[in-house]
């Protein structure tokens, strides 16, 4: 019992001490896009058009994902190399000079064209440190701990209240500094990860990786030759957390509000605290899975989404006049993938060896939501246009989960932890 209790109280403490960069990254994700019309208007104000403008500011904000495949790829590479401590370290580092810089930077109107060339830097290299920290943090947790499942339940948890967080703070900056408030939230992230940064210099690097006799020179293409069924069938896997992070988190509301009509603050209210519950949610279904069959849980969500994906898209279509039909539709839209997000950091990371994880979890958490990211806001306008507002965006949740089931089927047994 005694055994149980410490190790209990170990997990907990490694993954909050591990989450803090995760809160942070999604922290930072919501930040850009709750403060871009301020942003916009400090380093892109010179750009007459109004429709060049929102792409070049949307182009920014998607610039930092769409390299993390690349920043993932050489994080994973430190990482399989070096050590899970040292990269992931480094990166909330990274983060924060580039978060600081951001936020004291001068605007256009002061340094000129120089100054946007300047932040969609900063932005870049962001999006590469960011493309190893997440991944690191769920490597060095799963390695680091017995109880592997109430760790990366904390893990993840910590992660999805950043968006919780962004919005509650971006409240706050908003009426305390008014324009200036995009440059304390940025300033504020910045102090925040230098604290994850002071946190994880003080960890000890995990003893699966300091137990390996041989390091991957070359992980990335060792996982390509050899375990290239594994990395597709993970990508997929994560599809339905990513489908969580992008179209639920971020796609969600513009889609009720656009779409639908529904009243913006009326959404937001009611988001803040369904997300509350599925930050629950979240933990929850990782502590369970230290106790049942986490593959067939994960399935079950799957299958749930692609069943009430309609319903739930239906329910909202309703709800324009009665917020019980949204707050509904939002239950299932929300807790459903929040079970799968609660779990997926133990599958991917049980299907890599201990020599190519860092690099396989990296590549595939990071592939997966470039993949969703990239396509499914995009995907989901056009279906809407084509098949009504209710179809058109039930089909992304179905085919989200289609995709998770099918990299289930694609999995191999467990690899051995060398």
């Known amino acids: 019992m005694q055994k149980s209790t410490n190790?209990?109280?170990?997990?907990?403490?490694?993954?909050i001490l591990a989450g803090t960069g995760g809160m942070l990254e999604f922290y930072d994700f919501i930040l850009y896009i709750l403060f871009s019309a301020q942003i916009q208007a400090q380093f892109f104000d010179s750009i007459e058009s109004d429709y060049v403008k929102d792409i070049v500011t949307i182009a920014v904000f998607s610039v930092a994902y769409i390299?993390?495949?690349?920043?993932?790829?050489?994080?994973g590479w430190m990482g399989d190399n070096i050590g899970r401590k040292k990269s992931?370290?480094?990166?909330?580092?990274?983060?924060?000079?580039?978060?600081?810089?951001?936020?004291?930077?001068?605007?256009?109107?002061?340094?000129?064209?120089i100054a946007p060339i300047l932040f969609i830097i900063l932005r870049i290299i962001q999006g590469l440190a960011l493309g190893g920290e997440l991944p690191g943090a769920i490597v060095f947790v799963y390695e680091s701990v017995e109880r592997k499942g109430i760790a990366l339940g904390i893990l993840f948890t910590m992660v999805f209240a950043g968006?919780?967080?962004?919005?509650v703070m971006s409240l706050f900056f908003n009426y305390i500094f008014g324009d200036l408030a995009w440059r304390a939230a940025f300033i504020s992230g910045s102090f925040i990860a230098l604290v994850g940064f002071y946190i994880r210099s003080?960890?000890?690097?995990?003893?699966?990786?300091l137990a390996l006799e041989e390091k991957q020179k070359f992980p990335l293409k060792t996982i390509l030759e050899n375990h290239g069924r594994i990395l597709l069938a993970t990508i997929f896997i994560v599809v339905i957390v990513a489908f969580d992070g992008v179209m639920v988190s971020l796609y969600l509301p513009k889609y009720l509000t656009t779409h639908l009509g529904i009243a913006h603050e009326s959404v937001r209210h009611i988001l803040v605290g369904v997300s509350l519950l599925g930050l629950i949610v979240i933990f929850i279904s990782g502590m369970i899975s230290d106790y049942v069959d986490y593959i067939k849980l994960y399935k079950g969500a799957a299958w749930l989404l692609m069943i009430m994906s309609y319903?739930?898209?239906?329910l909202f279509s309703i709800g324009?006049?009665?917020?019980g039909y949204v707050l509904a539709g939002l239950l299932l839209v929300v807790l459903i993938p929040a079970i799968s997000t609660g779990i997926f950091m133990r599958i991917i990371c049980d299907a890599f060896s201990t020599s190519v994880r860092f690099s396989g979890v990296a590549m595939a958490y990071n592939l997966s939501f470039a993949l969703v990211g990239g396509f499914a806001p995009l995907?989901?306008?056009?279906?809407?246009?084509?098949?009504?507002?209710?179809?058109?965006?039930a089909i992304i949740g179905v085919i989200c989960a289609i995709l998770t089931l099918i990299g289930l089927l694609l999995l191999k047994p467990k690899a051995e932890h060398d």
């Open 88 to 113: 992931f370290a480094f990166t909330i580092l990274v983060m924060s000079a580039c978060m600081l810089l951001m936020g004291i930077m001068p605007s256009y109107a002061q340094w000129g064209i």
């Open 7 to 15: 190790n209990d109280a170990e997990a907990r403490k490694v993954a």
């Open 320 to 323: 324009i006049n009665h917020t």
């Open 163 to 167: 968006f919780t967080l962004g919005d």
């Open 202 to 209: 003080h960890l000890s690097e995990t003893k699966m990786f």
């Open 67 to 75: 390299v993390r495949p690349i920043g993932g790829f050489l994080v």
């Open 379 to 393: 995907l989901s306008e056009i279906t809407i246009r084509l098949m009504g507002k209710i179809s058109g965006a």
């Open 311 to 314: 319903p739930a898209y239906y």
